[in-house]
């Protein structure tokens, strides 16, 4: 790669995932010579990594690109560069937007970070990413179009990684794939691999958590709990995107495979590890949802009790399966079911959180004033506001003094 003096603006939209792309290719060109331009509204290059999973994500990454477009008309930017899902799912949308000087979809081979690489998020903690694509044909999701087959990175590239964050301060690895449980499912015997690979982060010397984002249902092994359970460094927090819990909906979305698990989940890890925490995702609206079919979502999710949980009306994405189907509520409905679903879950957070105070925990500080203890993702969960001042990226002990929302107000001990 020749040296480059150009400075860069960065424009990061959708999941850790995607940011992680965008945190390797702007590490390779900071490496390459390239600076961070000051001014995010002005630089000789802004790279704009978009999503497009959805139709929200869709809009938002046309509005950011038309965006950088007039900042560059009034000079603020020499080159708009367009990276990242859109690009690669809508590859004519290139003529709607003939200033962008390069349109460039996800790789198609994952692009090796310079050690260590450009982190956005902080000291504290970092995302890793252990795999691309996606190996599940869910009928809602056009991922698979846009991200591929399922592929995992190699091991050694991965504690490479790992190592040099932990040397570098981060206090806190969150693995990151479509589903980091099948991790391997490309090389061979999957279920050893991903805890092969957990065995060997957890190796690393140094005071740090490690903790798993997105598990597909019906992928988690008894080793990995295991794993979880014996483990110096794991967090006790699992995320399980159930989507829904009607049998009938499912297959109609195609996670079949993932019924029971999807009905036991909850349970059957409360049973073996008590201490944890659990987190999902709902999608409402979907095609075969009847009112009486949500209100059996609902009468399950009641009975789950998870400590966080996320909810989004369904949209029809050109080219999957669930666009054509027959049976759809309307959006209004999906919009007020996703609403009611809220609502409940609000409601159980309140009970939850109030009986949490008083009480001590360990939590990572993130920023000056601010933490995240083990039940606490980043990004999609709360945080700690402390009475006090610690240094990003220690551990220390606190008490919840008060609920503030989905956050909470502590006393450093």
Not at 108 to 130: D, H, N, Q, S, V
Not at 256 to 280: F, G, H, Q, Y
Not at 313 to 323: F, H, N, R, V
Request: charged share 30%; proline share 5%.
């Amino acid at each position: 790669m020749k040296k480059s003096s150009e400075s860069l603006a960065l424009v990061s939209l959708g999941c850790a995932k995607n940011a992680v792309d965008l945190q390797v290719m702007a590490g390779n060109l900071v490496k390459a010579g390239a600076t961070l331009s000051p001014d995010p509204d002005r630089a000789d290059t802004v790279i704009v990594n978009t999503c497009a999973f959805i139709a929200s994500a869709r809009e938002e990454a046309e509005a950011e690109i038309r965006r950088a477009l007039e900042l560059k008309a009034r000079g603020n930017y020499k080159k708009v560069v367009v990276t990242g899902c859109y690009p690669k799912r809508y590859p004519k949308a290139v003529a709607a937007f003939p200033g962008v000087d390069v349109w460039q979809g996800v790789p198609e081979k994952w692009i090796e970070p310079k050690i260590p690489a450009l982190r956005f998020t902080g000291k504290a903690f970092a995302y890793l990413k252990i795999a691309e694509g996606c190996a599940h044909r869910c009928s809602y999701c056009a991922i698979p179009g846009i991200r591929g087959k399922y592929r995992s990175r190699p091991m050694a590239s991965i504690l490479k990684e790992a190592k040099a964050l932990i040397e570098s301060g981060c206090k806190e690895l969150n693995i990151v794939a479509q589903d980091p449980m099948l991790y391997g499912v490309d090389l061979g015997d999957h279920k050893v691999k991903l805890t092969k690979l957990l065995w060997k982060l957890d190796a690393i010397p140094g005071d740090f958590w490690i903790r798993v984002l997105y598990s597909y249902p019906s992928e988690i092994t008894e080793e990995f709990l295991e794993w979880m359970v014996n483990s110096e460094h794991a967090v006790r927090y699992i995320d399980i995107p159930l989507q829904h819990t009607v049998p009938e909906v499912l297959v109609n979305m195609n996670r079949k495979s993932a019924i029971d698990a999807s009905l036991e989940a909850a349970s059957v890890l409360r049973e073996l590890i008590p201490d944890i925490t659990l987190r999902t995702t709902i999608m409402t609206g979907f095609p075969g949802e009847t009112e009486l079919r949500f209100k059996r979502l609902l009468s399950d999710l009641r009975r789950m009790q998870f400590d966080h949980l996320g909810c989004f009306a369904y949209s029809p994405e050109e080219g999957t399966k669930g666009a054509k189907m027959k049976g759809r509520p309307s959006r209004r409905q999906a919009e007020e079911r996703e609403k009611q679903v809220m609502a409940e879950a609000k409601a159980l957070w309140a009970v939850k959180a109030k009986r949490m105070l008083k009480k001590e925990f360990v939590a990572l500080t993130i920023a000056p004033g601010v933490a995240r203890m083990e039940s606490q993702a980043p990004d999609v969960d709360g945080v700690v506001y402390l009475d006090k001042e610690v240094e990003v990226g220690e551990f220390v002990k606190i008490r919840l003094a008060k609920v503030a929302g989905f956050d909470f107000e502590a006393e450093v001990l």
